[in-house]
């Protein structure tokens, strides 16, 4: 399992373009993975969920009203009808093979899976791509982490959670998962500590504000997931180059 490519890379923390460029373009767009793409993002995080025959598509909600032309439910409804669909950008909605092609290992990624079922699925589109860039997965179905820990235990798989219990913790450990991936606002000092304590690598979401990232970052955080990549790597380097702060 190669745990490297979740954290600090030369010092600096691994800034994840959450959802691809969603500041600059519409989320989980092939627009705006492109956009991260071209950023030369660390890192870029898109979700997955799974249509009624089981292909994984790339978005967030259960229903794809908030980002497509059309309401249908994620789930109850056939690839190829989801194929027809546009999102609100014009484009259509993406599946996992389209986001494969379009990056063809050049950026890692992070495969968010939302729903049951879907890691095996995730797996199976890889393996058939051939894909050989880096991948990194998340969950916060653990059902979902056991399975990527059983199918694809050469890929690191991150918990998501709301705030990193005492339980998250021991789960991550029993089954050698390397990350926690947190909501920001619910961490305390306390809960930083015991994450970093156990080990585990802490990369929190979803984080815009470049003076909460300085925050998190020196209080231990490995990396971030952001809405505004870009904005922080400038931010970062922008720091650096001043000499402030841990380099």
């Known amino acids: 399992m190669e745990k490297s490519i979740l954290g600090r890379r030369g010092g600096a923390p691994l800034i994840v373009a959450h959802r691809g460029a969603p500041d600059r373009a519409l989320e989980n767009s092939l627009a705006g993975i492109a956009l991260a793409a071209a950023d030369g993002a660390d890192m870029i995080e898109f979700d997955v969920r799974l ?48 986001v494969l092609e379009l990056l063809r290992g050049k950026i890692p990624i992070n495969i968010h899976v939302k729903t049951p079922g879907g890691v095996a699925a995730v797996c199976r589109v890889l393996s058939g791509a051939g894909y050989e860039g880096k991948v990194a997965l998340s969950s916060g179905l653990r059902k979902e982490c056991l399975a990527a820990r059983s199918l694809r235990p050469d890929l690191p798989c991150g918990l998501v959670t709301d705030r990193p219990s005492a339980s998250d913790i021991a789960f991550c450990l029993r089954h050698s998962l390397p990350s926690i991936h947190p909501d920001h606002r619910r961490l305390s000092l306390l809960r930083v500590w015991k994450v970093k304590r156990a080990g585990l690598l802490l990369i929190p979401y979803t984080v815009n504000d470049p003076k909460v990232f300085f925050r998190l970052a020196d209080g231990g955080a490995d990396g971030v997931f952001s809405n505004c990549a870009g904005v922080l790597r400038a931010a970062w380097r922008e720091r650096t180059a001043a000499g402030t702060g841990d380099p």
Do not use: C, M, W, Y
């Open 51 to 98: 249509t009624s025959d089981g292909e994984p598509v790339v978005l967030h909600d259960a229903r794809t009203g908030r980002t497509a032309k059309k309401d249908l439910p994620v789930a109850s409804t056939p690839s190829a009808r989801l194929r027809e669909i546009q999102l609100k950008n014009g484009e259509p909605i993406p599946f996992l093979a389209d």
